[in-house]
């Protein structure tokens, strides 16, 4: 049979491997699809408890693309809702952290909301609705909320999704002894938004290949060179042993040897990277904003840290969020070439591999049709 050759068919051959591919990263219709089927069902973390102290003190945040905010009752509990008011959709909350009263009020026609989120005020109610509002039915809509090891703020927006301690079972009993509820934040945070696909930047996040050659300022921290590659579920984990001669424990004995005698990358599926050590955590989270852009959001807590300390480990952690944002952006002009296609993960891009599996399947899951909406809100 005579088969004239494909147009395609003249490019490099598409080899069998889970990486990032070209095309998956400036297509808009597979972004969209990644905030509702990746990102709505994930447990994304929005911030700490140090924010959430009194009654009517709020945090906002993003969950994908869907704005959210976390706010303190009175009688102590920590809420989530959609951070969209049910008038016209507008935001009801704006700054990063704050204290919003006793009420919540948005700001286009001022319905108003209480800390439980019911809707409470409604100006010029009657001339506006004559023939009435169920008030009772335009609440502000409540999202899940995990206060994780009673610090970090997590939140999710499926009901399908499990627990958020079943979401990072394979890291739990490690993370419970650490006791990061005596860590205090950092005096400043790091937040700068970069033209990278937030699927590169977690590939990136999930490499232990790179490290040696991109950031080989740190290669005397390593021993040989070595990195244990991890991975299970929705968690991943590279642990680098140290030298004999170092000793990063910080004067701690109440963790286990393997945890005293090196450090962890981790990764919490889909966009934050712990790194979690005997004085301090490093949080990375890469929120999508467009296919090819993603803000990096980081936080550092420690135990005991002076100013000093702090700063230099913030000089530390601009430095390498900076060798590896200018290593991606790098690669980003490249993925726009349509001839291009990546060869397999090595061993250690193994939990790379995983992640993208993970992406995939989620893209390719649609919801379930009681996926957000609780059709029995308690
Ligand atoms: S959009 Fe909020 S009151 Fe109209
Ligand atoms: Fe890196």
């Excluded at 590659?229 to 642990?239: D, N």
Aim: aromatic fraction near 10%; include cysteine; hydrophobic fraction near 35%.
């Amino acid at each position: 049979m005579n088969q004239s050759p494909r147009e395609t068919d003249g490019l490099v051959p598409h080899s069998t491997t889970p990486m990032l591919q070209p095309w998956e990263v400036y297509d808009r219709d597979l972004f969209d699809l990644e905030m509702v089927r990746v990102f709505a069902r994930s447990w994304v973390w929005l911030g700490d408890t140090e924010d959430l102290q009194s009654p009517g003190d709020f945090i906002t945040g993003q969950i994908g693309a869907q704005p959210v905010l976390v706010v303190r009752t009175a009688d102590g509990e920590v809420k989530g809702f959609l951070n969209n008011c049910r008038h016209r959709a507008s935001g009801v909350l704006f700054e990063p952290a704050g204290n919003c009263g006793s009420t919540m009020t948005c700001p286009y026609h001022n319905w108003t909301y209480d800390l439980h989120g019911r809707l409470v005020g409604l100006p010029d109610r009657v001339r506006m609705y004559p023939e009435g509002i169920e008030m009772g039915e335009y609440g502000l809509v409540p999202i899940r909320i995990e206060l994780a090891w009673n610090k970090l703020v997590f939140g999710c927006l499926s009901h399908r999704a499990p627990s958020f301690r079943e979401w990072i079972a394979p890291l739990a009993a490690r993370y419970d002894r650490y006791g990061f509820d005596d860590y205090t934040r950092y005096y400043r945070e790091l937040d700068q938004e970069y033209p990278i696909n937030w699927k590169a930047f977690v590939e990136n996040s999930n490499d232990d290949y790179h490290v040696r050659f991109v950031h080989r300022r740190l290669n005397d921290q390593r021993r040989s060179l070595d990195t244990i590659v991890r991975f299970e579920g929705r968690t991943c984990s590279g642990y680098k042993p140290h030298p004999e001669s170092a000793n990063p424990s910080g004067g701690r004995v109440d963790l286990d040897d393997e945890a005293l005698r090196g450090h962890y990358a981790d990764f919490i599926y889909p966009n934050l990277t712990p790194l979690p050590y005997s004085t301090i955590l490093i949080l990375v989270r890469a929120d999508p904003i467009a296919p090819d852009r993603t803000r990096l959001f980081s936080r550092i807590y420690g135990r005991g840290r002076d100013a000093d300390q702090q700063e230099a480990d913030l000089i530390n952690l601009e430095l390498t969020n900076h060798e590896d944002t200018t290593m991606v952006t790098e690669l980003m002009r490249n993925l726009r070439s349509p001839f291009c296609r990546v060869g397999p993960p090595t061993t250690w891009e193994g939990r790379a591999a995983h992640i993208m599996k993970l992406v995939r399947a989620d893209v390719a899951t649609p919801l379930a049709s009681d996926e957000f909406y609780d059709l029995a809100p308690g």
